[in-house]
T-cell receptor, first 111, second 117 residues
Framework: AQTVTQSQPEMSVQEAETVTLSCTYD???????LFWYKQPPSRQMILVIR??????QNATENRFSVNFQKAAKSFSLKISDSQLGDAAMYFC????????FGTGTSLTVIP | GAVVSQHPSWVICKSGTSVKIECRSL??????MFWYRQFPKQSLMLMAT?????????EQGVEKDKFLINHASLTLSTLTVTSAHPEDSSFYIC?????????????FGDGTRLSIL
């Protein structure tokens, strides 16, 4: 089974500042997808961003961007101009035949 | 975007009761749906993969007779927790893929909070 590691159980960021959440994964495959999901207190899983492994260009969605390092098997999420609504659990996920989720990072946004 | 509806959102029932949770893809067809279980402050644990028209594939350690899955149509999968006991109390989430390939993102239902007294 693939493993996805999020080494930061908790992170905090000042409102309007930038924060980076780390994620590493283990795979022997060359084609796969990576995702970041957000789970606010309502516990709904919300797709934040996704990255195709065959694309070298890092994905960007408004204030959210990733740093995808395929050789290092690293997939970090950068949140710019943090907002109070960004506070949530963030899960990194690897997908090829099925999804594998990391253990999550709890992000607190300080006003 | 793709919407997955999960019902009910919260169930409280007595020990020994069987509980059915429904997962529907509202605006797309899903040949495959997934059922997860999530304990507080933990990640999602895949329980089983639900395949339309065939038997579900269960993950190791998940009791097939305890967690019955039926995927009778392209838009509906159900999870029945049979003879539920307090240790079955948890948050259950379903998801579905929009599209035929394995690489599409999963769209999640809002989850069901199950409390067994």
């Amino acid at each position: 089974a693939q493993t996805v590691t999020q080494s930061q159980p908790e992170m905090s960021v000042q409102e309007a500042e930038t924060v980076t959440l780390s994620c590493t994964y283990d795979t022997s495959e060359s084609d796969y997808y990576l995702f970041w999901y957000k789970q606010p207190p309502s516990r709904q899983m919300i797709l934040v961003i996704r990255q195709e492994a065959y694309k070298q260009q890092n994905a960007t969605e408004n204030r959210f961007s990733v740093n995808f390092q395929k050789a290092a098997k690293s997939f970090s999420l950068k949140i710019s101009d943090s907002q109070l609504g960004d506070a949530a659990m963030y899960f990194c996920a690897y997908n090829r035949d099925q999804f594998y989720f990391g253990t999550g990072t709890s992000l607190t946004v300080i006003p | 975007g793709a919407v997955v509806s999960q019902h009910p959102s919260w169930v409280i029932c007595k020990s020994g009761t069987s509980v059915k949770i429904e997962c529907r893809s509202l605006d797309f067809q899903a040949t495959t749906m997934f059922w997860y279980r999530q304990f507080p402050k933990q990640s999602l644990m895949l329980m089983a993969t639900s395949n339309e028209g065939s038997k579900a594939t269960y993950e190791q350690g998940v009791e097939k007779d305890k967690f019955l899955i039926n995927h009778a149509s392209l838009t509906l999968s159900t999870l029945t927790v049979t003879s539920a006991h307090p240790e079955d109390s948890s948050f259950y989430i379903c998801s579905a893929r929009d599209g035929g390939t394995d690489y599409q993102p999963q769209h999640f239902g809002d989850g069901t909070r199950l409390s067994i007294l």
